[in-house]
């Protein structure tokens, strides 16, 4: 672990845009693949995709986001528009060698408000079922990347992690933490030049709300069973609720064990990595600057810093606080 204290991280220069949307390439989708544990009851899959020989190839990093283009058109008759997705692979992709990028996609299905006659319906999402529909060898049409602050710092040592995500928000810390700990798989370009695991910190929060629903938890476990740095929090929303229809979310959850976390809260090595509802974000800067904690992570304007934060209104964390450098966020 680097004894040197940095307080600003310094990410690397992320390649942007190398293809637009309007002029997507063509890649093929490689594996399909759930990614929950067992029996959820949403369908959340792992999809890799060959971006080999188009402007992608080696230029996406872990964090990045990258377009898809579904086919068909949409009911103005018009091509479908691009849709962002959180890259899940590592910078060094899922082969070594910067081919074969990934996402966790789930497929969006809901119910429609119903209509003037009354009727309601289902509601399939256009991209989302699009993607978890394609199968190996299948074309898919690609843009990106996107994204330039949302990234592992250059030097990884140098910093702690705490990674907080929400449901299929852990598509970026899937990739990151691969490059963290996992590494490039043996006899890659990549696993050449690999210097081995990062010996820092490392904590992910995730909160579903079932076990079931966990992404990606048999992997996480094997490697938090060797790595005696990396701490795994799941947290499970709906299965023992303290109040009806309450909870706990991640940022409860970390509320919940501040003792635990204000080490690393406190530490000037620490980045703060949040992904998925902004919820948790909202919680999560009430609780750590309830605590004391939030001096590294947010800039908070005069107008609340008296405030208790318990009183701040979501609407004012929206607006008078903003993240440092040290605080990335990625939430909706
Ligand atoms: P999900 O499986 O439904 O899990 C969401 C979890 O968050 C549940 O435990 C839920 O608890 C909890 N939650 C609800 N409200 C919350 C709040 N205010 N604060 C903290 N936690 C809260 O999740 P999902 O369907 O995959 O959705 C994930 C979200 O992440 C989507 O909105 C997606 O667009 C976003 N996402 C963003 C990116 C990105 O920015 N790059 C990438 C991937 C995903 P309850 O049981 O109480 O509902």
Not at 158 to 186: C, K, N, Q, S, V
Not at 224 to 237: E, G
Request: charged share 20%; aromatic share 8%.
């Amino acid at each position: 672990m680097s004894a040197s204290v940095t307080a600003e991280p310094h990410l690397p220069e992320a390649s942007m845009h190398l293809v637009m949307p309007n002029d997507p390439v063509t890649a093929t989708v490689v594996s399909s693949e759930r990614c929950t544990r067992s029996r959820s009851a949403s369908f959340v899959r792992h999809i890799a995709i060959d971006v080999g020989g188009t402007p992608l190839e080696g230029r996406f990093l872990a964090g990045q986001s990258f377009g898809v283009v579904p086919t068909g058109t949409d009911a103005h008759g018009k091509p479908h528009k691009v849709r962002l997705y959180s890259i899940a692979s590592p910078s060094y992709g899922e082969d070594g060698h910067g081919r074969v990028l990934s996402t966790t996609c789930k497929r969006l299905i809901d119910e429609r408000t119903p209509g003037a006659d009354g009727r309601s319906g289902l509601f399939l999402g256009v991209c989302s079922n699009y993607l978890c529909d394609l199968a190996p060898g299948d074309r898919v049409m690609v843009s990106g990347p996107a994204g330039k602050r949302f990234l592992l710092p250059v030097d990884r040592d140098a910093h702690d992690y705490l990674f907080l995500a929400t449901g299929t928000g852990i598509a970026p810390f899937r990739g990151m933490i691969h490059e963290l700990l996992a590494g490039p798989p043996e006899g890659s370009r990549a696993r050449e030049s690999w210097t081995g695991p990062c010996r820092s910190r490392i904590h992910l929060v995730m909160g579903t709300p079932y076990s079931t629903d966990l992404l990606y938890d048999g992997w996480l476990r094997e490697l938090q069973a060797h790595h005696p740095n990396f701490t795994y929090h799941p947290v499970i929303s709906r299965e023992a609720l303290p109040k009806p229809g309450w909870g706990p979310h991640a940022h409860h959850y970390v509320a919940g064990r501040m003792d635990e976390f204000a080490p690393m809260l406190r530490s000037d090595r620490t980045l703060m990595y949040m992904c998925g509802l902004a919820g948790m974000q909202i919680g999560l800067f009430r609780s750590i600057a309830a605590a004391g904690l939030a001096g590294g992570f947010l800039s908070i304007h005069e107008e609340i810093s008296a405030m208790d934060p318990s009183q701040w209104t979501d609407e004012q964390i929206k607006r008078r606080i903003r993240p440092t450098h040290r605080c990335m966020l990625e939430v909706y």
